[in-house]
């Protein structure tokens, strides 16, 4: 299992229905975000968030 990181990383918006949960993370330091979607007792997947030039978004 991997451990969350709160000193490097925040979760600034979560959403949950059923067994699915979906979350935006923000790394502190660089401010790149990432969505993490989870299903509960099937997987995961986490990727970065891109703006319209394809580069990652970042929190302002």
């Known amino acids: 299992m991997v451990k969350f990181?709160?000193?490097k990383f925040d979760v600034v918006k979560f959403g949950a229905k059923g067994?699915?949960?979906v979350r935006v993370i923000v790394d502190k330091e660089t401010g790149v975000q990432y969505l993490l979607?989870?299903?509960y007792g099937i997987g995961a997947g986490m990727t970065v968030l891109v703006d319209e030039d394809g580069k990652p978004k970042l929190r302002k």
Do not use: L, W
Request: no cysteine.
């Open 37 to 39: 979607a989870t299903t």
């Open 5 to 7: 990181d709160s000193e």
């Open 19 to 21: 067994s699915n949960d």
